[in-house]
């Protein structure tokens, strides 16, 4: 399986993040699979900030979820995670992985006015 991140790599400060993961060699529909979006601040350790499961269901970080959505396009095989209100704070690189250790390749983005 294959995890590829793409997204605007520089918002402003309240703007919406939406990044795609698009997923190849499987599909994210696979029975017992969850998609997951973890993010790195510089010289910070990873956050993990939510997941979708193969059947849809979400769950979220507390400390995110008020400004989190992770959804899934079934047709194109790809999965969205949208972060509201961004602040200077969300600048990180963003990854999706998946269930059994997949990781994509990362983007960075940046929030800055």
């Known amino acids: 399986v294959q995890l590829q991140e793409s997204g605007p790599g520089l918002l402003k400060p309240s703007q919406t993040l939406s990044l795609t993961c698009t997923v190849s060699?499987?599909?994210?529909?696979?029975?017992?699979?969850?998609w997951m979006w973890i993010r790195q601040p510089p010289g910070k350790g990873l956050e993990w900030m939510g997941a979708i499961r193969y059947s849809g269901n979400t769950l979220y970080s507390p400390s995110l979820k008020s400004r989190t959505a992770i959804s899934r396009d079934t047709s194109k095989n790809q999965v969205t995670l949208q972060l509201s209100s961004v602040t200077p704070e969300d600048t990180a690189m963003y990854y999706c992985?998946?269930?059994?250790?997949?990781w994509g390749q990362g983007t960075q983005v940046t929030v800055s006015s």
């Open positions: 060699g499987g599909s994210i529909t696979t029975n017992g699979y969850w």
């Open positions: 992985l998946d269930v059994q250790g997949d």
